[in-house]
Each structure stands twice: as structure tokens, then as C-alpha cells.
């Protein structure tokens, strides 16, 4: 991990090299969330709730899933824009090096503007929290940091299967948008709401269930039972096949000759 921090400085500094566009950008994140947060106020001032959930309820699921996702693009965009290193033939370089591809790939890129989402999701999420009429106990301290570390492990895993894709297509997949884009879109709102086919999917093959709705039905009260509290788990059992694949796709893995 010190190899980690040391590139994570290193971009740091390059990124801070441009201050005023950083900061644009840092802006520029906080604000594309923010169309979506002002959507959200504006139509449960016109219709009060959504489906028994109220408006503090679903903020905190919103704040919960984009702050797991700015995390997550933060810190492992380097999976995310992994084609590029199979496409250019730069990924043959890191096989020759005396560290692990997972660790030269995660620490190959950082968005450090993505804290601008990052921010606006703290925000929401202290708003939300000083808002709801709860108890708060030490279970749901540890659920709610729970389901943050699990929403960041769940889309960091879906980087990683993304990433592996490419060891068989070369390009990056813009179908693969759909598991990250997608599931954020999805995952900022209760699962309740949609389809049960749709629940089963996101409970049971890709867990973002786990990660936000069912640990906060323990958070807010809906559900008694302590195990909703440790359902954010689930997101390392997501993890462990996703890294099987990269692992096999490397194996496999054919230099393009670029």
C-alpha cells in the first residue's frame, strides 16, 4: 500500500498543477448531482412521498449511493479506463513489474475532482440525518458505515468486471455504462420501488440492495432484526468473483502489439 499512496500523491500534485481548472471541475461534479438532488426536492414538494418514503428517507439513500460512487471513481479510475492500457499495449509493461496488476491498475489513475460529488453527498447526508426523527444506537452507526464501505466495494468490483471485459474486446464496453452509470442511477433510490424482478437482480446478483435499502430499513426503524444491520457484507461476496475473472482474463490476456 505505501507504493499506492506514494502514485496517489504523485497525480495529486501533477492534478494541483492546474488549480483553477481543478477546481472548476471540483464544481462542475458537485454540480451534476445537484440537478438531480434539486429534481428529487421539488417533485416530493409536489407529491410528499414515494412509495411510504419520505423525502429525508430517500435523501439518505441518495446520499449513501453517491458517495459510495465518488469514492469509488475517485480512487479506482484507473479500472474504469483500463481498455485504454490494452488498446495502447501499455498494459504489457505492468506485467513485467514486480507488484500485482490489480495494485498498478488501481493506482495508474485518480480523480481527485470527483470529491466535488463527494462533498455535495456529505452534505445531503448530514441534512438527511438531522432531519429524521430516529434513535440512534451503536448497530446503526456501524450499519450506515457499513453500507458506505459496501456501496464503494460493489461498484469498485463492477470497475474491475468492466475492466476484464477488455482482455476479450480490446475497447471498453459502453454496455458496461449500464452496470455503473446504471446502478447509480438505480441504487439513489429505495429498491421498493421498482419491479420485483428488478429487486431479486439488484439484491441477489449485483447487491446494491444490500449496500443502502435493506440495512436502512434497520437504520430507520422498518425492520427489527440486527442481521439488516451486517447485509453490507454481502458486497465482498460480489468482490470475490469479480476478481476471479480479472484473474483468468490476465491469464489469458494477448499483447495487441500496439
Known sequence: MTLYFKYMLLLFKAQMQYRASFLLLV??????????????????????????????????????????????ECFARGFDMFSSLVV??????????PRGTILQ??????????????????????????????EWTLLKITALVLSQA?????????????ASF???????????NIL???GREMAQYPLSIYHRRIQQFFT??????CANYLPLQ??????????????????????APCLLIWQIGVRRYRSTGS
Open 27 to 72: 464544481v462542475g461534479q458537485c454540480l451534476t448531482p445537484f440537478t438531480v438532488f434539486a429534481g428529487l426536492y421539488f417533485m416530493f414538494e409536489r407529491f410528499g412521498d414515494m412509495k411510504g418514503w419520505s423525502f429525508y428517507e430517500v435523501m439518505l439513500c441518495f446520499a449513501i449511493t453517491h458517495m459510495a460512487f465518488s469514492i469509488t
Open 88 to 97: 495502447s499495449g501499455d498494459f504489457d509493461r505492468l506485467l513485467v513489474r
Open 105 to 134: 491498475v488501481l493506482s495508474s489513475k485518480f480523480e481527485f475532482s470527483r470529491v466535488g460529488r463527494l462533498l455535495l453527498g456529505i452534505g445531503v447526508l448530514i441534512w438527511a440525518i438531522t432531519n429524521l426523527d430516529m
Open 150 to 162: 459496501s456501496g464503494v466495494i460493489i461498484f469498485a468490483s463492477i470497475f474491475i468486471l468492466c
Open 166 to 176: 477488455s482482455f476479450w474486446t480490446v475497447q471498453g464496453l459502453e454496455i458496461a
Open 180 to 182: 455503473t452509470d446504471g
Open 204 to 209: 441477489f446478483v449485483i447487491p446494491f440492495g
Open 218 to 239: 434497520y437504520i430507520l426503524g422498518r425492520e427489527e432484526n440486527p442481521l439488516y444491520a451486517f447485509l453490507p457484507l454481502a458486497g465482498l461476496l460480489f468482490l
